[in-house]
């Protein structure tokens, strides 16, 4: 079945540091591919998606491109803010998004 | 635009007991979706509704899970009766259609069974 595999966390980086999140997986043909962020308390928030290889997803700094020939989906942004602390979620899916674990994200300043 | 409502916030019971959750999707989507989030884990998907039509409920424990979705806009969650290893946030999703669309998602509501 389909599946994601996340970078463990949590990760810890200071302010303006650079980020990556590795994300690769493992699906039945070429689904859209999803961040979601969650912080703490909250629900899920879709932080961006691609639809078709290479395409490049991208919203508030962050950016990931999809990457067919790797089946990965990184997660990068060139300086963290302490209000990006949260935790991510890579998700490829059709109608049916299939979650990793999560990535812990904490900013310090 | 009104995001995806859910009640209550936050529920404590004893295990054995029975307890409802309800959701109200963003208005005009088609497809709701239920997923169990255990602390420290990604949202697994319970059930996915199509309208009010079952798509995939493969991963409900049936036998004490039940969810509705009447007249294709709210939904209710029961669980009769909880364990305690039931503990979780269960989040309510909705999206325009199935396919590549993307889920909005509510704040969840976070069980505690003891």
């Known amino acids: 079945g389909d599946s994601v595999t996340q970078m463990e966390g949590p990760v810890t980086l200071s302010e303006e540091a650079f980020l990556t999140i590795n994300c690769t997986y493992t699906a039945t043909g070429y689904p859209s591919l999803f961040w979601y962020v969650q912080y703490p308390g909250e629900g899920l928030q879709l932080l961006l998606k691609a639809t078709k290889a290479d395409d490049k997803g991208s919203n508030k700094g962050f950016e990931a491109t999809y990457r067919k020939e790797t089946t990965s989906f990184h997660l990068e942004k060139g300086s963290v803010q302490v209000s990006d602390s949260a935790v991510y979620f890579c998700?490829?899916?059709?109608?049916?998004?299939?979650f990793g674990q999560g990535t812990e994200l904490s900013v310090k300043p | 635009e009104a995001g995806v409502a859910q009640s209550p916030r936050y529920k404590i019971i004893e295990k054995r007991q029975s307890v409802a959750f309800w959701c109200n999707p963003i208005?005009?989507?088609?497809?709701l979706y239920w997923y169990q989030q255990i602390l420290g884990q990604g949202p697994k998907l319970l059930i996915q509704?199509?309208?009010?039509?079952?798509?995939?409920d493969s991963q409900l424990p049936k036998d004490r899970f039940s969810a509705e979705r009447l007249k294709g806009v709210d939904s209710t969650l029961k669980i009769q009766p909880a364990k305690l290893e039931d503990s979780a946030v269960y989040l309510c999703?909705?999206?325009?259609?199935?396919?590549?669309?993307?889920?909005?998602f509510g704040p969840g509501t976070r069980l505690t069974v003891t």
């Open positions: 998700a490829p899916g059709g109608g049916k998004l299939i």
């Open positions: 999703a909705s999206s325009p259609g199935t396919s590549e669309y993307e889920q909005y």
């Open positions: 208005s005009g989507h088609a497809t």
């Open positions: 509704f199509q309208n009010n039509g079952v798509v995939d």
